[in-house]
């Protein structure tokens, strides 16, 4: 898998972080325990700081980026669906941020969040928590979050799907 230093900048990798052999991480970047980060999955922090907490998944096709003045932050056991791109935002802990969905600079999406697929929630919006930001531009629908599995399932599911990776993933060619 290829992990960089950029310069002084190394990224920091929990030992119990699945990392897929192609997945890109580069410079500031931390991954906590059993975080798994996904085939094709960038993490990209050359101007500043991006951080996963635990349990959570960077699914394939991710592109994480930040900035000098904002960082990246991921909270613990989120799910962030595959070809998201997160820029200079914070994602609480347990929330979840859908497939092909944009999140840009200065935005928080509060704990049990959801941002709908293909959403683009743009600088400076507040994902309340148990809310839902659906749609381009991303609307806020306060109190959508009903169904715990929605957040718990994902994320629980892919914990345990970096372990099989860990374990069993192995190239044949």
Request: aromatic content about 4%.
């Amino acid at each position: 898998m290829p992990i960089y230093a950029l310069g002084d900048d190394i990224p920091e990798i929990h030992p119990d972080a699945y990392i897929s052999p192609d997945a890109v991480i580069i410079g500031r970047v931390r991954i906590g325990a059993r975080s798994s980060i996904w085939p094709g999955a960038v993490l990209r922090g050359d101007d500043g700081d991006i951080s996963v907490g635990e349990g959570t998944s960077i699914q394939d096709g991710s592109v994480l980026h930040t900035t000098v003045a904002w960082p990246t932050v991921v909270g613990s056991n989120c799910t962030i669906g595959h070809i998201v791109h997160l820029e200079a935002c914070i994602i609480e802990d347990g929330a979840l941020v859908g497939n092909g969905a944009v999140v840009l600079h200065r935005v928080v999406v509060c704990t049990g969040a959801v941002v709908g697929s293909n959403a683009v929630v743009t600088a400076g919006t507040i994902v309340p928590a148990g809310a839902m930001a659906l749609g381009v531009p991303a609307r806020i629908k306060e109190n959508a979050v009903r169904d715990p599995f929605l957040i718990d399932g994902p994320a629980a599911s892919y914990v345990a799907r970096a372990e099989r990776y860990r374990t069993q993933l192995r190239r044949i060619d």
